[in-house]
């Protein structure tokens, strides 16, 4: 049988040791420290306890160092993906703010239309002086003209004043500035009047739809916190408002003339309300003020039914009311 060399068999003396080589291999390495007293002062030098501590405390650093190597690569990883990250971030906000922009809402601008017949002049700014506007596009059906512009970081590419014109194909009737109408039926229409007619509904018992026209009204900021009631089983159907502050005597005019203002309002728009009622309290004192919609029909000379139908009889409901002079949503 063929010797083996030394460093064979001191490459197997590790298996050997711990018994893992079969019994050829064995016997050919046995055969070899018969004749090799260097190979046989190895092993016996390996299987010393003193040989199996080194190599385990050798085997216990490589692994820490091992360990010790891949956190430092992991670490470089995660600090390269979260720089990854922020640049990312950061290069698709600058997109989004000067290149891209975002959908502008027309409460964002402040401009009154001219219209002649087919013809539309737009001249405004937007309302805070960090935004600018990028091209404004036009858009037509059935007479109502609408305008769309991107909204994007003032600079010199987009400033935050524009002039457009637009010429459309038949007489124009309402002008929309994307979700706002701007013009109906010859008349500006307030910011005010345009949020509460995209309100409207024909069910008072919809409380959500209620909410709605109760925030375009901005009832909270003009009469604070309350709580509602609908009565919906019989007519007439009628919407009570339980208003929390208690009003003091000197402001109760105003309080309540404000309450029929609102009131109004809420009988144009909401198709199937037949009342408005107030409860509240003056200095401590029970109060209760119900509005019908016969009321304010004699305050309007008109059927206060029919200003739900129309954003220009809205809009004159609106400024008859005094509404218009008061907080704007």
Known sequence: MNRLPCEVVRDLFPSYIDGLTGSVTDQLIEEHLTDCAPCSDVLDSMRSPGAEAREKVERDQREIDFLKKNKKRNRRIWAGSLIAAVVIICVVLLLRTFVIGNTLPGDMVNCAPQVQGEHLILDGTTVFEQNGIGRISFTEENGVVTASAKMFRNSPLHRGSFHAEYTASEPITQVRFNDRILWDDGETITRLASAVYETRHDYMGDAAANGRTARALNVG????????????????YDWTLVLADDIAAKDQAKRESDMESLAYAMLAVIGNLDSVTYDYTVDGTPHKMTVTAEDATAFLGQNVKDCGTSPRLLNDLIWETGLGMGPQP
Do not use: D
């Not at 900021?221 to 007439?236: C, D, F, I, K, M």
């Open 221 to 236: 900021s003009r009469l604070g916190e309350y709580t509602n009631e609908l009565h919906t089983a019989r007519q007439p």
